[in-house]
C-alpha cells in the first residue's frame, strides 16, 4: 500500500481522501503545513507527496524529495506553476488533477460580477444594521454587454455559456482556438478595447505572466469590470491598485492573488497584514476578493479525490496516465515504487 504525504491539508479535504483511499488501497498522511524547503523532511519514508496550489516545489525541495527515494508528486489542482518542472524531469513523475469542476470557478465568477455590479454584498451588510437606504447601490444590467474572456479551455467555455444566458455579447481570446463556431475569437487587443467586462480563465505561463498590466490596461474601456478566478500573477496588483485610484478599473473581482501563498486558507482577523498592495486592495470598495475559494464545492472536492487517488494507483501499477505533467523514465520505476 502506498504512502502518500498531502501537504496544506483543511479539514474539507479529508473525507474525499480517507473515502478514496480505502478504495484505491492508499494511505494518505495529512499535514496542515505547506510543503517548503523547511518542511520537505516531513516527507521521509513515504512513497510520494500530494502538494496543493501554494506549495512550494522548487528544485532543492525536488532534490529533497528524490533523495528520499521519492518519485511521485501527485498535484491536487490543475495548475503547476508552483511546480519546477524542469528540474523534476527524469527524477520524478508530475501528475494532476486537469479538470475537477468547471462549473465551479465558472459559476463563482459570475457570483462575484453579480455580488460586485447589484452591491449585494452591501446590502445585506446594511440591512443586518436596519438601513434600508438606496443611496450607492446602483449597479448596471449585464445584458447587452460585451464580455471578453480570455481562456476558452472547459472552465472558459462554461463561463461563456452562463454569459449568453445573460444576454451578453461574448468576445473572447485564446492562442488555441477551440473549434466551435459560436465563439468569437478576436486579437487580444480588440477583446481589451472592446469589452465591458474582461475575465480571465487562462494558465499561468510565461507569455501569460502579468497579461494584466499597465500598458494592457491603457488599452482597456474607462471603467471596466475585471474578474480573476485563475492564477494571481496574471494581473500585475500594483499596476491594478494605480487603475482603479484612476478610476480606469471600474470593479476588480479576485479569487486569486499574487502572492496568496502568504496569507489565503489562513486566518489572519487578528493580525496587522505585511501585503501593502493587498490591504489596499481590500480597503477599496469596488475590489471584492474571495481567498482562492473558486472551487470549493462537493462536487470538486469529491473529483479532486478521486482523480488523485485514481492518479496516484496508476503510477504504482505501472499505468499509463492521461494527466501527467511529465513521467518517470521506465529505468527509475524501480520495484520500490511499484507496488500495489
Same mark, same amino acid.
Given at each position: ?30 499535514? /496542515? ?5 523547511? %518542511? &520537505? ?19 532543492? &525541495?525536488?532534490?529533497? $524529495?528524490?533523495?528520499?527515494?521519492? =518519485? ?19 527524477? !520524478?513523475?508530475?501528475? =494532476? ?12 465568477? !459570475?457570483?462575484? $460580477? ?6 449585494? *454584498? ?15 447601490? &446602483?449597479?448596471?444590467?449585464? *445584458?447587452?454587454?460585451?464580455?471578453? &474572456? ?7 467555455? #462554461?463561463?461563456?455559456?452562463? @454569459?449568453?444566458?445573460?444576454? !451578453? ?28 467586462? $474582461?475575465?480571465?480563465? @487562462? ?8 497579461? #494584466? ?8 474601456? %474607462?471603467? #471596466? ?9 496574471? #494581473? ?16 476588480? @473581482? ?37 481567498? *482562492? ?7 470538486? $472536492? ?29 529505468? /527509475? ?8
Amino acid at each position: 500500500m502506498p504512502k502518500i504525504a498531502v501537504f496544506d491539508t483543511k479539514p474539507y479535504d479529508r473525507p474525499g481522501f480517507e473515502r478514496y483511499g480505502k478504495e484505491y488501497g492508499i494511505e494518505f498522511k495529512f499535514f /496542515e503545513t505547506k510543503l517548503t524547503e523547511d %518542511t &520537505v523532511a516531513l516527507a521521509a519514508g513515504f512513497d510520494g507527496v500530494s502538494p496543493f496550489v501554494n506549495d512550494e516545489v522548487s528544485a532543492n &525541495v525536488i532534490q529533497a $524529495l528524490y533523495g528520499y527515494g521519492i =518519485r511521485l508528486i501527485a498535484m491536487r489542482c490543475a495548475g503547476y506553476n508552483n511546480v519546477d518542472v524542469r528540474a523534476a524531469e527524469g527524477k !520524478m513523475a508530475i501528475l =494532476r488533477v486537469p479538470a475537477y469542476s468547471p462549473y465551479a470557478v465558472a459559476e463563482h465568477a !459570475m457570483a462575484m $460580477l453579480l455580488t460586485s455590479i447589484r452591491r449585494t *454584498h452591501k446590502a445585506y451588510i446594511r440591512t443586518r444594521d436596519f438601513n434600508f437606504t438606496l443611496n450607492g447601490m &446602483v449597479g448596471f444590467d449585464l *445584458h447587452g454587454k460585451t464580455i471578453g &474572456v480570455v481562456g476558452t479551455g472547459k472552465i472558459g467555455r #462554461v463561463f461563456i455559456d452562463i @454569459c449568453r444566458g445573460f444576454g !451578453m455579447r461574448v468576445l473572447a481570446y485564446d492562442p488555441f482556438p477551440v473549434a466551435d463556431g459560436s465563439i468569437e475569437y478576436v486579437p487580444l487587443e480588440a477583446l481589451f478595447a472592446q469589452s465591458d467586462i $474582461l475575465s480571465l480563465h @487562462c494558465p499561468l505561463t510565461e507569455q501569460t505572466y502579468h497579461i #494584466v498590466n499597465r500598458e494592457s490596461i491603457r488599452k482597456m474601456k %474607462t471603467g #471596466v469590470v475585471l474578474i480573476n478566478t485563475s492564477r494571481g500573477a496574471l #494581473v500585475d496588483a500594483e499596476d491594478l491598485v494605480e487603475a482603479i485610484k484612476e478610476k480606469k478599473i471600474g470593479a476588480a @473581482c479576485l479569487d486569486v492573488y499574487e502572492e496568496e501563498s502568504d496569507f489565503f486558507f489562513e486566518d489572519f482577523s487578528g493580525h496587522i497584514v505585511r501585503d501593502d498592495v493587498l490591504a489596499r486592495l481590500i480597503s477599496m470598495p469596488n475590489v471584492l476578493i474571495t481567498s *482562492h475559494q473558486a472551487f470549493l464545492t462537493e462536487e470538486a $472536492l469529491n473529483n479532486i479525490a478521486e482523480t488523485t487517488a485514481r492518479n496516484i494507483r496508476d503510477f504504482f501499477e505501472g499505468l499509463p496516465s492521461p494527466n501527467a505533467v511529465c513521467s518517470l523514465p521506465e529505468r /527509475e520505476k524501480t520495484p520500490q515504487h511499484q507496488r500495489a
